[in-house]
């Protein structure tokens, strides 16, 4: 099951680059990573949440986690907005290159962004991912209630048993789909206007998906 973590607290570092650090998390934790590098690929995007050009993919250093950026990803309501603007999604199909004799699944997921939400107004985020062919996919949704003016970050974490993991020998494209929605509720949609958006005001918003390998059974 996925677990839920909000905080209304600001977000100093929102736009720092999350991957870019000396130590490694996978070293402190003792999780086995594969050695050569892994290399991450968009084959498709498509959505009103993520139009040409304004998403992106980076992988860590240590071959643990993995960044989606967004730079054009809000949804709003009310005044400025047209019918369609209260929902935005963006879905990534990912080719992900994996070393010869490793599988990997994703064990958490980190998303950020910014809401202003009047009275009376609720938003929500929705995530899921799954690999291409397989019926097994993990989704999570987390919603939010005005009055709110702050960053938010939500937290996905997978426990061990319900982690979908890559066909061990075969390549299959991972697709990673997520929602912003906003409903004005009880607010009045004709004086005021709410939004939540996955990007910043100087342009990008990381989304990280942290990564959890094993080895391939040998044939």
């Keep these: 099951m996925s677990r839920f973590l909000a905080t209304g607290s600001a977000l100093a570092a929102l736009c720092a680059p999350v991957l870019a650090t000396n130590a ?17 690929e968009i084959a498709t995007v498509n959505g009103s949440g993520c139009p040409a050009g304004s998403a992106a993919v980076a ?23 047209s019918p369609t603007d209260f929902r935005k999604n963006c879905q990534l199909n990912l080719i992900v290159h994996v070393p010869q004799g490793f599988t990997y699944a994703v064990a958490s997921a980190d998303y950020r962004g910014f809401a202003h939400l009047e009275t009376g107004a609720t938003a929500e985020q929705k995530a899921s991912y799954y690999f291409q062919g397989q019926p097994d996919t993990s989704v999570a949704s987390h919603p939010f209630k005005g009055p709110l003016v702050d960053n938010w970050q939500a937290t996905d974490t997978t426990d061990i048993a319900q982690r979908v993991w890559s066909p061990c020998g075969e390549q299959r494209n991972f697709n990673v789909n997520t929602e912003l929605t906003v409903a004005a509720g009880t607010s009045d949609p004709e004086r005021t206007t709410s939004f939540v958006t996955m990007d910043s005001t ?11 390998w094993k080895d391939c059974p040998s044939n």
């Design 59 to 81: 992988v860590s250093p240590d071959n643990t986690a993995f960044t989606i950026t967004y730079s054009k990803y809000l949804a709003q309501v009310g005044v400025g907005a």
């Design 202 to 212: 100087d342009g990008a918003i990381n989304t990280v998906y942290r990564l959890a």
């Design 24 to 40: 490694s998390p996978a070293a402190a934790a003792g999780i086995q990573v594969p050695p050569d590098k892994i290399v991450i």
